[in-house]
C-alpha cells in the first residue's frame, strides 16, 4: 500500500529537469547566435568588395573604378583613373590581376575580413605574389587601401578571437 509520502519531490524533480534544460537551450542559442552574428556582421562590406573583384575579372575597370567610389559627380583627385589602372589593370607593374588560362580560386579573391572602427579590413589576393589589403568605409561604402595593416587599439582577445573564430569565416569568403 503506498504510503502518504511516497510521491514527495516529484515535482520538484520534473521542474528541476526542466529549467536544467531552459538554461542548457539558452546557452546553445546564444552561442549559435553570437557564433552567426561574429560570421556574418561584415557581409555588407564583403558583397562591395566581391562586386569590385568581379569587375575587374571581367575587365570592366570603369564599374570597377566607380565600385571604388570615383564616379564622376564625386572623382577622386588623389586617386585617377591613370592611378587606378596602374594599380588594378591587365599591365599593372605588380603582376597581372587577371591570369590566363582556367581560372584560380586562389588569385583575385577575399581571403580575410575583419572589422575595424568604423570600417573593414579585407585581405585581397591579387595573384600568386600580389597580396592588398582594402578598407571599406560602413557609412558609405567606398573602398580604398587600408590605412594600417592591422586594425589599431584591438585588444588581445579580440586578436586572439579573430585569428581562431575568423577562421571559420574563410569558406563564407570564397
Known amino acids: 500500500m503506498p504510503g502518504y509520502l511516497d510521491h514527495y519531490g516529484a515535482g520538484e524533480e520534473k521542474r528541476n529537469k526542466l529549467i536544467k534544460r531552459g538554461v542548457v537551450s539558452l546557452a546553445v542559442l546564444a552561442i549559435v547566435v553570437g557564433l552567426s552574428w561574429y560570421l556574418l556582421k ?12 568581379g569587375d575587374i575579372h571581367r575587365g570592366d575597370l570603369q564599374a570597377a573604378y566607380r565600385d571604388w567610389g ?15 589602372l596602374r594599380d588594378w589593370g591587365p599591365a599593372t607593374p605588380a603582376g597581372a ?3 590566363d588560362g582556367p581560372p584560380d580560386t586562389g588569385v583575385l579573391g577575399l581571403t580575410d575580413s575583419e572589422s575595424c572602427n568604423n ?8 595573384n600568386r605574389t600580389r597580396t592588398e589589403k582594402l578598407w571599406v568605409d560602413k557609412a ?14 584591438k585588444s588581445p ?3 586572439m578571437i579573430h585569428r ?9 569568403l570564397k
Open 119 to 126: 570600417g573593414v579590413l579585407l585581405t585581397v589576393q591579387v
Open 42 to 53: 561584415n557581409r555588407h562590406q564583403e558583397a562591395v568588395v566581391r562586386n569590385f573583384i
Open 157 to 159: 582577445f579580440a586578436i
Open 97 to 99: 590581376v587577371n591570369s
Open 140 to 153: 558609405n561604402d567606398n573602398i580604398s587601401f587600408a590605412p594600417y595593416p592591422i586594425c589599431p587599439h
Open 70 to 84: 570615383c564616379a564622376p559627380p564625386a572623382s577622386c583627385t588623389a586617386y585617377d583613373y591613370s592611378k587606378f
Open 164 to 172: 581562431t573564430v575568423g577562421r571559420l569565416r574563410k569558406p563564407l
